[in-house]
């Protein structure tokens, strides 16, 4: 049993300054909070149960959930600095393994990552959205066209 959890703030946590120390020195909102001595685990495993050719994997357990419920089976990888070997044996018995990395500086590491680690096919998002700002633009359909087009 694990926990993690996300900001649902509507604001940019890298901005957001929470508080500041005694010194002035700002301490800004953390998107993603971890259980202190967990290890990190693959999000959404029961995906890959799935009868499914293809698989798709995102940064972040959010845009999993939302892949998932557009028909795309998908686990969400912790971060790239979380990735364990074994992640890569999950995802083996797929024949398309595709990279769902928001569009942006982080996003091309991660999907860069994925590609060495894993042999995913990286998934072209536009600058500055990701699965689920196109899933709030364009619903369902805008999601799957993204691996049909
Ligand atoms: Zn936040």
Redesign the pocket.
């Known amino acids: 049993m694990n926990l993690r959890f996300r900001?649902l703030?509507p604001?940019d946590?890298a901005k957001?300054v929470i508080y500041t120390d005694a010194k002035g020195k700002p301490s800004y909102?953390?998107?993603y909070l971890s259980m202190d001595g967990m290890e990190s685990n693959l999000f959404n495993v029961l995906d890959l149960k799935k009868d499914s050719l293809f698989i798709g994997v995102t940064e972040g357990e959010l845009d999993a959930i939302t892949l998932s419920m557009c028909g795309i089976p998908a686990v969400g990888v912790p971060g790239v600095e979380n990735w364990q070997e074994h992640f890569s044996r999950c995802l083996a018995d797929f024949d398309v393994i595709y990279s769902f990395a928001d569009g942006d500086t982080a996003g091309r590491k991660f999907s860069k990552f994925l590609a060495k680690e894993a042999k995913a096919r990286p998934v072209r998002i536009p600058k500055g959205e990701d699965v689920n700002s196109i899933y709030v633009k364009g619903g369902a359909d805008a999601v799957r066209a993204l691996i049909e087009g």
């Open positions: 900001c703030k604001h946590c957001t909102c953390r998107k």
